[in-house]
C-alpha cells in the first residue's frame, strides 16, 4: 500500500494528494518522504494540473518527522547530519515550490514537519479540531525545516518567540484569527476540493502569474511587484476572456 496517494479530483485540472499511513498518524517517514518527493514531481510535470490539495488520511494531517528513522543514526557528525537534514526538508517544500495554487486540508492535528507541510501550501483550510504544534522544544530541538520562517510570517516575531520557546500548538480558532489559515470547515476536504475547483478554472498563466506576483509582494519590493504586474497585466490582456469582456463594455 502507498503512503503517499495522488489522485484526480473530481472538478477537471484538480489533484489531490493524500499522506496515507494513518497507523502512523502520517508521520514523515523515509518512505512518505519519497512518495511525496515523487508526488510533486508528477504534478509538476502534469500541464493539465491547475490545483493541488495536500491532506492526509486518518485523525491526524501528519504527526510530523519519524524521529528515530531520521534522528538514530547518532555516530554522524552534526555537518553530515545537516546534509541530510536539507535533503529531508526537500521532500516536504518542493509543495511551496510548484506553480499551480496549493490547498492544505488539515482534517486533525498538524506537528512539527506536518506544520511546515501545511504551510508550504498557499491556502489552508482546518477543521476545528485541527491544531498546528510546533513542539520541537519538547524534545530538546531547535525548529527545521523553515519552521521559523513560517510562523514569524504568520503570527509576527513576539507571537512566534514565545510560541517556538513554549513548544506550543495553535488551534484551529487561534489559528483562524491569526491569519494561519483561511478558514474553518467541518470538511475540510471537501472545501478545499470546491475552493480548488475555482482556481482550476483560472487561465493557468493567470493563476499562475498571480501566485508569483503575491510572492514577490510578500518579500515587500514594491518595484519588483510593480515591474512584474506590469507584464502579467499586460500578457493577460491579450486573453480571450479579457478581449471579451472589453467588447461587452463596448456594446453597452
Partial sequence: MSVVLLADGPVEGVRVLTL??????????????????DAVAQVRGDRSARALVVTGNGPAFSAGADLPAIFGDTDRTTGQ??????????????????????????????????????MSCDIRIAAPIASFGVTFTKLGLHPGGGCTHYVVEAL???????????GGA????????????????????????ELAGRYAALDP??????????????????????????WAQAES???????????????K
Avoid at 85 to 92: N, Q
Fill in 20 to 37: 496515507n499511513d494513518p497507523a502512523k498518524r502520517n508521520a514523515l517517514s523515509p518512505a512518505l518522504q519519497s512518495g511525496l518527493r
Fill in 81 to 118: 547530519l545537516r546534509d541530510d537534514l536539507r535533503g529531508i526538508y526537500d521532500s516536504f517544500l518542493s509543495v511551496g515550490e510548484l506553480e499551480i495554487p496549493t490547498i492544505a486540508a488539515v482534517q486533525g492535528p498538524a506537528v512539527g514537519a506536518g506544520v511546515i507541510l501545511a
Fill in 156 to 166: 509576527g516575531a513576539q507571537r512566534a518567540l514565545a510560541l517556538l520557546l513554549a
Fill in 170 to 193: 495553535v488551534r484551529a480558532e487561534e489559528a483562524l484569527a491569526a491569519g494561519m489559515i483561511l478558514e474553518i470547515a467541518e470538511d475540510p476536504l471537501a472545501a478545499a476540493v
Fill in 205 to 230: 498563466s493567470l493563476a499562475r502569474n498571480i501566485k508569483r506576483a503575491v510572492g514577490i509582494a510578500g518579500r515587500g519590493d514594491f518595484e519588483q511587484t510593480l515591474e512584474f504586474e506590469s
Fill in 237 to 251: 490582456a491579450q486573453s480571450a476572456q479579457f478581449k471579451a469582456a472589453v467588447q461587452s463594455f463596448v456594446r
